[in-house]
């Protein structure tokens, strides 16, 4: 096995959304030479996911509404902030300081004890083969792998034709595929109105947007001593658009409320809408069917803490990595920015990424980095209390409904091997059902695997995030990886 | 100055499909009509669900590599593309050589 | 105390045998090292010796006891999986080869069906095995079980007999009586007992300690790759012939030597990794990197599988590499079920038969056990990995 060299890199920036794109421009300009690392072929992460540069300039023939050919112009999906997207991106590019390292994919950390981990980078296409490896030794890690959606499962969940509400926005901006052309939207939180925009701009018809928190709760968390709001007004900027496209294409906002069944054969071709108890329980009787081809259903999100956990970094009861004031983990050299620090929307991550960059590069953070992010998190808060998801939704989960997608478990199964076995055992349970051990390693199921389970009182709750492999890899490309030296310093 | 776009062509199940330069491999079966291609453990059909290579549903085949998320994968000329099967037998063991 | 697979089999002896039997862990039952392995019931890596015999008890009771599950256990339990698959040991080097043959006629005179099998016959077995093996052993008594649901299994079995199950208690301390062990005190409260069984696999000199004796039972470190599902191409337990040495050695280094199989999932496994380092449990790329490489000396279609998954666990090591079991001469009432390294599965049940003969009829006791006692000679009482 070839001797593989570990650089060691003063900042190593891992994720190229907002967060770590600010972060890596604030060490740049703290003086630190950066490496930046991003799986997706172009910066950006998914808040600006954008065409490929290869569609970008050209003209296309009409769009495409998930196989019908849609007559008519494309409208421009929006894209807010782009400007500062491209401004952001082009310097970090043009800079000879900062290292861009597109289809990069982190693999897998070596904790260290009291310093940042080594780390081990594949360059390549996703799930690639013999891609190049790479491994980094940095002085200082900063993490900003983003969050990925919680979808609460229900029957007829797995039917195609559903999707989470991210799919509709990553299909629309990166593909301009529209997922179908009457399309119902629902779930929670504020994320669900921009995903109804970028639908009707791609020929869609959003037949509906379905919040599940009611009055009560959203009032809770938005109403509640409004003044503390003033600062992010600019951001009541960007909702109020997305408010104004649901009157300019008359779609309906519904709150307490959410799609209790999906109905279909080889596809969805209805939902079942029912109003929810503020518990989140379905009002019984009070079930409505509609005609849908398509519905994209997200409740929130959940940070991306495999790296993080793997680099020892303790994480706090939301599944988000703790930090101090200037974005530091608990590990020493470990930083993190961003949905991982806590969901809060891109204005928090900028300024995160920010503080967590200059911090990196060893300067003091900008006075306006703080000041940002304590009004934007005020505003996270708020997201969180009112939009918080509810124990009532395991009420509309039957025994038959699928909740590990991966190995097709269903609740009934989940919820009658706990009880034959009277095991309290996360672990256990996970190794009995298979639920959690597909693919995805229960990114998609895990919480829901949990809370199911959670009645008796799990024993070693929490251990979904512990991912040592970060990302799927090609056995061949993990025996490729040459041992890093052990005395490289 | 606005051109046409660059078409690729690949290869989907056997048959010849066209996409644009840059799509992903989702992209193309998506826009032509395809909503699921992959059958799950228990012989479900699936497609794109997370659409941001989290759920691991969408899997492809790609030039004979199994496992190829098709949502995150751009499509390159000549792509052989087949549809990935989950529910896989499961083995029989060492019945044939069971030696009691 | 241990809800791992040698305390369920032996609580479920004790329960049958109508005794009155306490489980505790300070954790989920099959919470440690019973999860953490493939389940094996192996022959193949048994010289001639006490743990061979063992292992063949255990094989024997497997078939008993899969029948007495049946109607012990509710409709509907999952299944334990239970497979003789049959293990195919290889060797690709001339050395490996020699190593492997010598090993093998000594097994063969001990007893353990050992077919040395010709290359045509080894690809019959295994078509995807590498062209370059130098020789080839096929052991048609190794077999498997899904470790997790048959510790389940035996704990459910357990409490069916009136056995309580107590999770999330842990042994704080001695009650001791007359320099006699009169049971422990916990964290949910005191428990007394006739007879204290430690079967805490990697962390019982903890639990020995706390109860005031020294264990030599220490951590040994190993790491497993997972693939994603795939159509079966693997079909017995296939093993480098390394796998012997590895085993036995007493160092310290990380040693790999290479285990493949297949699982009723569709997955492949591979293992196996051997390192002393305490409880250190951070997975290494470098230690992935020697699994992965090996794998593909025996698999090279392997290079394209996906790998979605890498745990650890830790064996319970003891130096002379024998389990520990019987009481303890230094404090009455202690009795031990543990040190079964990586064999606990294929050890477990008749770990706990010869434990029920040496607590309730001591007279009728096998002579076998005398090679496990805690007090061999050849067993130092000072691990030499030190304090634990």
Not at chain 1, 330 to 338: E, M
Not at chain 1, 352 to 363: F, Q
Not at chain 3, 68 to 74: F, N, S, T, V
Not at chain 3, 220 to 243: E, F, I, Q
């Amino acid at each position: 096995m070839a001797e593989q060299t570990v650089e060691q890199v003063p900042v190593l920036v891992v994720g190229g959304g907002p967060a770590g794109m600010a972060a890596a421009r604030a060490a740049r300009l703290g003086g630190a030479r950066v490496v930046l690392v991003e799986s997706g072929d172009d910066l950006g992460g998914q808040y600006w996911r954008h065409l490929p540069a290869e569609r970008q300039a050209a003209r296309e023939q009409g769009g495409r509404v998930a196989g019908r050919p849609h007559r008519g112009v494309h409208q421009d999906v929006p894209h807010p902030g782009w400007a500062r997207f491209r401004r952001m991106r082009d310097d970090l590019l043009r800079d000879a300081g900062c290292e861009v390292v597109l289809g990069g994919h982190v693999w897998s950390v070596d904790r260290r004890d009291g310093a940042p981990p080594l780390v081990h980078v594949l360059v390549g296409p996703p799930d690639g083969n013999g891609r190049q490896p790479r491994a980094f030794e940095p002085a200082a890690l900063v993490l900003a792998t983003g969050a990925h959606e919680r979808t609460l499962p229900f029957p007829g969940w797995d039917l195609p034709g559903v999707f989470t509400a991210g799919a509709a926005q990553a299909l629309a901006k990166g593909e301009r595929v529209a997922v179908g052309r009457r399309v119902l939207v629902a779930g929670s939180g504020p994320f669900l109105l921009p995903v109804a925009s970028s639908l009707v701009r791609t020929g869609a018809r959003v037949v509906g947007v379905v919040e599940a928190a009611g009055r009560a709760q959203l009032a809770r968390g938005w109403g509640s001593r409004p003044w503390r709001l003033l600062p992010a007004l600019a951001k009541g900027g960007e909702l109020a658009g997305y408010v104004r496209d649901l009157a300019a294409y008359r779609i309906p906002y519904r709150t307490g409320a959410a799609v209790v069944a999906a109905h279909g054969t080889d596809r969805v071709e209805a939902v079942t809408v029912a109003r929810l108890t503020p518990g989140w329980a379905p009002v019984p009787g009070s079930a409505r069917r509609i005609a849908v081809d398509a519905v994209c259903v997200g409740h929130g999100f959940v940070p991306r803490a495999e790296l993080a956990t793997s680099a020892g970094c303790a994480l706090g009861a939301d599944g988000s990595v703790v930090v101090d004031a200037g974005q530091r983990t608990s590990v020493p050299g470990v930083l993190t920015a961003g949905e991982l620090a806590g969901i809060g929307g891109v204005d928090l991550a900028l300024a995160e990424g920010e503080i967590a960059g200059s911090v990196a590069a060893g300067r003091a953070p900008s006075p306006a980095a703080v000041r940002t992010r304590s009004v934007f998190r005020e505003f996270a808060a708020r997201l969180a209390a009112a939009h918080e998801i509810r124990p009532g939704w395991q009420a509309w989960v039957d025994d038959h409904t699928i909740v590990c997608r991966c190995e097709d478990v269903t609740a009934g199964e989940l919820r009658s091997v706990a009880a034959l076995t009277g095991s309290r055992g996360l672990r256990s349970l996970k190794l009995t059902t298979r639920a959690g051990l597909g693919s995805c390693q229960g990114r998609t199921c895990g919480r829901s695997v949990e809370e199911i389970l959670g009645p008796a009182g799990l024993v070693d709750a929490g251990r979904t995030a512990r991912r040592p492999l970060a990302i799927p890899v090609r056995l061949g490309e993990i025996a490729a990886t040459a041992a890093a030296g052990e005395d490289v310093r | 100055m606005a051109s046409d776009a660059e078409t690729v062509r690949i290869e989907v199940a056997g048959e010849p499909v066209d996409g644009l330069a840059g799509q992903t491999i989702a992209g193309i079966l998506m826009a032509g009509g395809r909503l699921s291609w992959r059958r799950s453990r228990t012989g479900r059909p699936r497609g794109v669900f997370c659409g941001i290579g989290v759920c691991f549903d969408c899997l492809v085949v790609v030039n004979g590599l199994r496992d190829v998320r098709a949502c995150q994968r751009r499509a390159v000329d000549g792509d052989r593309v087949e549809f990935q099967r989950d529910d896989v037998a499961e083995h029989a063991g060492g019945q044939e050589d069971d030696h009691g | 105390m241990g809800a791992g697979i040698v305390g369920a089999a032996t609580a479920r002896v004790l329960a049958r045998a109508g005794c009155d039997v306490v489980v505790v862990d300070r954790g989920a039952t099959a919470g440690g090292t019973s999860a953490s392995g493939e389940g094996n019931i192996l022959v193949s890596d048994k010289g001639p010796g006490a743990e061979l015999l063992l292992t063949w008890r255990t094989l024997a009771a497997w078939a008993r006891v899969r029948e007495e599950l049946r109607d012990e256990l509710p409709a509907g339990f999952p299944d334990l999986e239970f497979d003789r698959k049959g293990g195919l040991v290889v060797a690709t080097s001339p050395e490996g080869a020699e190593a492997l043959l010598a090993f093998a006629r000594t097994q063969r005179a001990a007893g353990v069906r050992a077919e040395i099998v010709d290359d045509a016959r080894a690809h019959e077995l295994e078509p995807d095995l590498t062209p370059d093996l130098t020789s080839a052993v096929f052991y048609p008594e190794d077999a498997q079980v899904q470790p997790v649901v048959a510790t389940e299994a035996l704990l459910a079995a357990a409490r069916r007999h009136g056995a309580r199950v107590r999770q999330r208690v842990e042994v704080t301390g001695p009650l001791l009586a007359g320099g006699r062990l009169a049971g422990v005190r916990t964290t949910a409260g005191d428990l007394f007992a006739d007879a204290v069984v430690l079967a805490a696999g990697p962390w019982s000199a903890g639990v020995a300690e706390r109860l005031g004796v020294a264990l030599p039972v220490r951590p040994r470190r190993g790491t497993v790759l997972v693939t994603s599902r795939m159509p079966a191409r693997v079909r017995h337990k296939v093993y480098d012939a390394d796998y012997v040495g590895a085993v036995g050695s007493g160092s310290a280094d990380l040693q790999v030597s290479s285990v493949v199989e297949s699982t009723a999932a569709g997955t492949v496994l591979i293992g196996s990794s051997r390192e002393r380092r305490g409880f250190d449990d951070r997975i290494e790329a470098r230690v992935l990197a020697a699994l992965a490489a090996k794998a593909l000396v025996l698999f090279p279609f392997l290079a394209d599988a996906q790998v979605i998954r890498a745990y650890g666990g830790f064996r319970p090591y003891v130096p002379d590499h024998l389990p520990i079991i019987g009481a303890d001469p230094r404090l009455p009432g202690l009795w031990h079920a543990t040190g079964h390294e990586g064999a606990g599965i294929g050890l477990s049940l008749a770990t706990a038969d010869l434990l029920h003969d040496l607590i309730l009829a001591p007279e009728t006791a096998d002579p076998l056990a005398d090679a496990f006692r805690p007090d061999r000679p050849g067993l130092p009482q000072e691990h030499p990995d030190g304090a634990t």
